[in-house]
């Protein structure tokens, strides 16, 4: 049985949604590595300039989320207005061949009817191609979160006292990113699903 690509983009909404979740704990991990850094002083220079691109990725990825969000939104309303305008196609058809007498009258709305699923179905099929676009194009994202975690190990190698700190700073952005990547991974399985 195939599900129906309103159901999809609702699924695949609900995946973003929690992968937001994840970048805002992202968020919050960068301002501690600040306050850490600020804390070490210059046993963390290094580390200091990585918490910049922490909480920058932290809103990029946020932003995209809620980007792509919208868009399984508008997918989903595309969706369902084109399975409405189907049905729609298939009754005016029914009535026309019980009712043959009505048939010159209905042309008119059925001509009219199948425009609309036309536009609507271009509608979707630009809808989902974005969508995989996007969702592409968190995969960037989330290999640079791996980067940035790899980083954060290597300048908290040297951070002497603050080192354990650091490499558990490191370790979070890493779990985060898996995470992240995972709910990515679901949305991206579920479209493909169509």
């Not at 305008?85 to 009258?105: G, H, I, L, P, Y």
């Not at 980067?147 to 080192?163: H, Q, Y």
Request: charged share 25%.
């Amino acid at each position: 049985m195939t599900i129906p690509i309103f159901v999809t983009a609702a699924s695949i909404a609900a995946e973003l949604h929690q992968a937001q979740h994840h970048a805002r704990g992202l968020a919050l991990t960068a301002k501690n590595a600040r306050a850490l850094a600020v804390r070490a002083g210059s046993k963390t220079v290094g580390f200091r300039a990585i918490t910049q691109f922490i909480d920058e990725l932290a809103s990029d990825i946020i932003r995209q989320s809620q980007y792509i969000n919208q868009l399984s939104e508008q997918v989903s309303q595309h969706a369902v207005a084109l399975w409405r305008a189907t049905m729609a196609d298939n009754k005016v058809n029914w009535v026309m061949q019980q009712q043959s007498e009505f048939c010159q009258s209905l042309l008119s709305g059925q001509r009219d009817c199948r425009q609309r699923s036309e536009q609507l179905s271009e509608k979707l099929r630009r809808g989902l191609r974005l969508l995989e676009q996007e969702l592409d194009e968190s995969d960037k994202h989330i290999r640079t979160a791996n980067l940035i975690a790899t980083s954060s190990k290597v300048e908290a190698a040297s951070a002497e006292e603050f080192r354990y700190q650091l490499e558990v700073i490191a370790e979070s952005i890493s779990a985060t990113a898996d995470r992240i990547r995972q709910h990515l991974s679901q949305a991206r399985l579920l479209l493909s699903l169509r």
